[in-house]
Structures are given as structure tokens and as C-alpha cells.
């Protein structure tokens, strides 16, 4: 089945800022990973399943979407953008794009998700359930940290439970909604709305159905810099799907212009950005490395995202840190363990460890 009979509604209005200071000039959704903006990712598996007319809904930044993905052609979509002028919430953002949507069937994406479930399916799960929205539910290890969505034996959701440390299923919601578009125009419009704390409950309070359509797909919510530099990784090694990859996949994607020593080592799904350039005896592990990085002579990175413009010198260690555009780390130097370096900033030769100098 393909999905040239529905729309795409992608939400990317959030302000990221977990991922600071990568999102203090880049929206999250923008952020390079595995060499391309991470929204292309999601849009090459949207266009993958046969859809072809996608809403995007923006808030901070907006210009820069469209700056991005112009017209949506060279993607081969038709795209359009819709801004919040105030923050309105999923489901207020949802009915903000109303205008736009043209069929009666719409699939609705969390912009930050990266999810390996077959769009078809979901959509054939709702039509052939009769449902007036239908969720993807994604099984998960520990469902601790999230909301649950406990569903029958027929697959109809039953409640939209807070995170607990009982939880009574292991389904949480994955962020991509099938809804019918006189759902969304039913959305109170002026106002915030939570599609998980008022918009699902009251459609379950007067009896609608509400499906979910649950499967062990890939699956990850891009919300922290580790989730940034692992999801980067899994993309490069093939692990999460995409269309989009500038590359084939394997231990590690090295972009055009970028230069890498012969003797160094790029491994654990590392991305080297363009122009960027990785001396000699250096090793990269699971690094994110955007454009126009130097990585000294002896420098060890891992996963850490370097920002555009950084400087690494020789012999430095950068394990688990998040370095903003322009920095330099002097020679030496050793950044652990969540550490996050804003842009510009300059760090001399050996003046930070975390280790007992020897």
C-alpha cells in the first residue's frame, strides 16, 4: 500500500533546549546528523511510503526551515509551513496546520522522533479498525520514564497513563498519530492543547475509537545530546533506517572535503563533517563531528558532538561532551562525562583535566 492519499504533518515548533548550545542558532530538527539535517531523515521515510504533500509545523526559528527544504522538491515532496506566532502544544499545533491538510487520513509526526515502524501498517491498522485516531506504540524495555498506553485485545486504546514506577504495559506513545481530519478540526483552536492530557482522553470520554498499532521498530526520541550522537551513529551503521544517509552505511561516514589521517581511526558509526580534518593517530569513537573541525595529532573523541568551526589539539580527550561552534580545546586538555562547552570559548593547553595530572 502506498500513501499518495494521505497527508504529513510534521511538528518542529520545539526550542530544543535539552541539546543546548547546539540549538541556541540551529533548530533542533536542523541539527546535522549523519551528515544531513535530522528532519531529512524522517522526510526521506515519509516519501518513502508514497506520501507526497507534507505540512510542517514551525515555531522557533521558522525561517530556517524553509531556507532548508525550500519548496520540498529536490526531496521530492510538495511542502508547505504553518508558524505558531505562540506556543499552542502538540494538539494546538496540530489544529494550527488545519488549513493546510487536504485528505481525510493524516499522518502526524513528533519532529525529533526517529522511528523504524512501517508507516503503511499504521495507516492500514487505523482504516481497517474504523479508527478516528490511531497510535503507534513502540514496546520498550523500561516504560518507567514514559507514558503508557495500555490497549485491549482488539487494540483499542484504554487509558493515557502518566510515567510510573508500576507501569501496567510496556507500550508507550512512539510520536506519530494516524488522525482523521475531522478530529483535527475538532481541536479547540485560540488556546494550548495537549493531545496526551486533554485531546486523547476526551476522544476515549466520548467514545471514539482510538487504536494503537504496536510493534519493536527501531525507535528514538532525539531529546538529549547522548540520543543526538547515538541516533547519528545507529543511522551511519544502518541500524535506523533512512533514504537520506550521504553515504553507504558502516563503521563511520566521512563527508567530501573532510581529511583523515591514515594512521587515525573512525569507528563506532563516526560522522567526519566536511571539511573537516582528523591528524594523525587520532581516534574517533561514536563522534559526531560537524564541519570544519580540526582534531589535533593523538586527540581522542568520544561520543561527544564537536560543533562547526571546533578546534581539538593534540593529544586532548573528549569523551561524552557536547562542544559548541568555534571552541578550542587546548592540547592536553581532557572533557568528561556530559560537559558542554558554549560557542567561542577557548580552553589552554592542559589548563582542564579531569584525571590526575601525570
Excluded at 494538539?91 to 502526524?108: P, Q, S
Excluded at 491498522?125 to 514496546?139: F, P, Y
Excluded at 583523515?260 to 569507528?267: E, G, K
Excluded at 571539511?275 to 561527544?304: K, N, P, Q
Aim: hydrophobic letters at 40%.
Amino acid at each position: 500500500m502506498t500513501l499518495n492519499d494521505v497527508d504529513a504533518v510534521v511538528l518542529v515548533g520545539g526550542q530544543g533546549t535539552r541539546l543546548r548550545p547546539l540549538t541556541l542558532n540551529r533548530a533542533k530538527p536542523l541539527l546535522p546528523t549523519a551528515g544531513v539535517p535530522f528532519l531529512a531523515h524522517l522526510l526521506s521515510r515519509i516519501r518513502a511510503a508514497g506520501v507526497r504533500h507534507v505540512v510542517l509545523g514551525t515555531s522557533y526559528l521558522a525561517e530556517t526551515f524553509e531556507n532548508e527544504f525550500g519548496d520540498g522538491s529536490a526531496l521530492g515532496l510538495e511542502l508547505e509551513y504553518v508558524t505558531e506566532t505562540e506556543p499552542l502544544g502538540t494538539g494546538g499545533g496540530i489544529r494550527n496546520v488545519y488549513e493546510k491538510i487536504r485528505t481525510d487520513d493524516v499522518l502526524i509526526f513528533n519532529g525529533d522522533v526517529l522511528a523504524g515502524t512501517d508507516l503503511a501498517a499504521v495507516v492500514d491498522t487505523h482504516r481497517t479498525g474504523g479508527a478516528d485516531v490511531t497510535l503507534h506504540l513502540r514496546k520498550v524495555l523500561d516504560p518507567r520514564a514514559y507514558g503508557c498506553v495500555p490497549t485491549d485485545e482488539n487494540g483499542r486504546v484504554q487509558a493515557f497513563l502518566e510515567k510510573t514506577e508500576n507501569p501496567p504495559t510496556d507500550q508507550i506513545n512512539a510520536g506519530c498519530y494516524v488522525f482523521r481530519r475531522s478530529v483535527i478540526e475538532s481541536i479547540a483552536t485560540g488556546r494550548p492543547v495537549s493531545v496526551e492530557r486533554e485531546t486523547f482522553p476526551g476522544l476515549l470520554e466520548s467514545g471514539a475509537t482510538v487504536l494503537g498499532h504496536v510493534d519493536t521498530s527501531y525507535w528514538r526520541d532525539f531529546g538529549t545530546p547522548y540520543d543526538l550522537i547515538d541516533g547519528s551513529a545507529d543511522l551511519v551503521r544502518g541500524l535506523a533506517p533512512s533514504a537520506a544517509l550521504p553515504g553507504p552505511t558502516g563503521d563511520s561516514l566521512v563527508l567530501d572535503g573532510a581529511k583523515v589521517a591514515a594512521d587515525a581511526i573512525v569507528a563506532g558509526g563516526s560522522t567526519v563533517g566536511a571539511g573537516s580534518v582528523v591528524g594523525s593517530g587520532a581516534r574517533l569513537e561514536g563522534a559526531l563531528v560537524y564541519d570544519d573541525v580540526e582534531i589535533g595529532e593523538g586527540a581522542v573523541v568520544e561520543r561527544s558532538v564537536l560543533g562547526a568551526g571546533a578546534r581539538i589539539g593534540e593529544g586532548a580527550r573528549v569523551s561524552g561532551a557536547v562542544i559548541g561552534e568555534r571552541v578550542e580545546v587546548g592540547a592536553g586538555c581532557e572533557l568528561l562525562d556530559g560537559i558542554r562547552i558554549w560557542p567561542d570559548v577557548v580552553l589552554p593547553a592542559g589548563k582542564v583535566r579531569f584525571s590526575a595530572g601525570v
